[in-house]
Each structure stands twice: as C-alpha cells, then as structure tokens.
T-cell receptor
Framework: NAGVTQTPKFRILKIGQSMTLQCTQD?????MYWYRQDPGMGLKLIYY???????DKGEVPNGYNVSRSTTEDFPLRLELAAPSQTSVYFC???????????FGQGTRLTVV | KQEVTQIPAALSVPEGENLVLNCSFT??????LQWFRQDPGKGLTSLLL?????REQTSGRLNASLDKSSGRSTLYIAASQPGDSATYLC???????????????FGQGTRLTINP
C-alpha cells in the first residue's frame, strides 16, 4: 500500500533557486493538500485541490504554485526560494471532506 | 476563524498509566475531527476520525470522544506503552461550502513521553 508518496525526502536549496516537490497518491482521492510544518507553529495549509484541474489557495500561498493535471499528482512549485521557506512540507489526500485524511512522509527543505 | 488548542504541550507519564489528551476548538460547525500521531522526523499517521454526528470512536487501546457543543475532544490511551511516545495532533474540518472549508485546522500537538 503506497498511499501518499512524496519526493524528495530532503533537499537543500540556495536562495533564488527553484524546485518542485512531488506528491502522488494511489487511492483515487479527489482532495489533495499541501501543508508546511514549522517548529512550534503547527501545520499551515499552502494550497489544496478538490479534483483534477481545480486548485485554490490556503492560508500561506505566497511564494508557491500548484497544478493538478491528474487525480494522482499534486506537485508544489517554489519559484524563488527564500530562507522563510525552510520547513517540512507535507502532502495529504482524502476521498471527500467527510473522510479520513492521509499524509505523506514529508519533505524537509532547507534554503540557505 | 477556527482555532484549535491542545493542552498540555508536553506530557510525561510512567508506563502502564491510562491518560487523556485534550483538544478544544472555537467553532462548533465542523464536519469531523481527526486525531493523528507523529513520530520525530516522520509524517502524520491517522489514528481516529470522528464525524460530527458521532460521540466517540475506538481503535484498540485508543478511544476518542467528541462534544461539539462544548468544542472539545479527548483522546484516551489505555495501558500506555513506551511505543506510544510521539506527538499527538488533533485537526478539525470546518463545515460549509466556502473557500477553505475543506481544510483541516490543526492544533499545536501534545508531545507524549511514556517512561519505562
């Protein structure tokens, strides 16, 4: 059971570089989410999607972009990395609003 | 705005004790509440999901209750073991077809340590 898979697990970026965090799920879930987790700050929603082709901003979208071309994949793009984007990023999915959310193992990103 | 609070931030108990973790939320208009476990450096593992119409859910030694009217949920862990040591997070999903209604709002978590 793969569930929600995130790649890479770790990454160090230089200021101004760009990268894409990959997320894929094999449960045919409609809803997908990107969260970031900072020490002592809890999880904050960056972007979410309710289905292929439909995305919307969460609480902290600035500096990020997403796309949802398929049900399975929900990549998160950082265009110009900044130190404030140093964090652990989690992707999650759920079938509907009423069902359990499943999380990936996270990507630990450091911007130096 | 929905706010979720977990108290205490950290808890340390001897092995074998029964314990209760608390979660409170400010807006009772929720779809459901979910409890997660997070081990250091790892992702979140779902423990229990309680729908707004339910009062409690059980899984093994875990029992979660929900009192929407008072904005509270508790996670009861029976006969605690060192392997239960982790951070426990609760999250609520808001009700309504509005922007952001689909998101989970998380508490800060309770870091639990079970001492052998």
């Amino acid at each position: 059971n793969a569930g929600v898979t995130q790649t890479p697990k770790f990454r160090i970026l230089k200021i101004g570089q760009s990268m894409t965090l990959q997320c894929t799920q094999d449960m045919n879930h409609n809803y997908m989410y990107w969260y970031r987790q900072d020490p002592g700050m809890g999880l904050k929603l960056i972007y979410y999607s309710v289905g292929a082709g439909i995305t919307d901003k969460g609480e902290v979208p600035n500096g990020y972009n997403v796309s949802r071309s398929t049900t399975e994949d929900f990549p998160l793009r950082l265009e110009l990395a900044a130190p404030s984007q140093t964090s652990v990023y989690f992707c999650a999915s759920s079938q509907t609003m009423n069902t359990e959310a499943f999380f990936g193992q996270g990507t630990r990103l450091t911007v130096v | 705005k929905q706010e979720v609070t977990q108290i205490p931030a950290a808890l340390s108990v001897p092995e074998g004790e029964n314990l209760v973790l608390n979660c409170s939320f400010t807006d009772s208009a929720i779809y459901n509440l979910q409890w997660f476990r997070q081990d250091p450096g790892k992702g979140l593992t779902s423990l229990l999901l309680i729908q707004s119409s339910q009062r409690e859910q059980t899984s093994g030694r875990l029992n979660a209750s929900l009192d929407k009217s008072s904005g509270r949920s508790t996670l009861y862990i029976a006969a605690s073991q060192p392997g239960d040591s982790a951070t426990y997070l609760c999250a609520v999903r808001r009700y309504g077809i509005i922007q952001g209604a689909q998101k989970l709002v998380f508490g800060q978590g309770t870091r639990l340590t079970i001492n052998p």
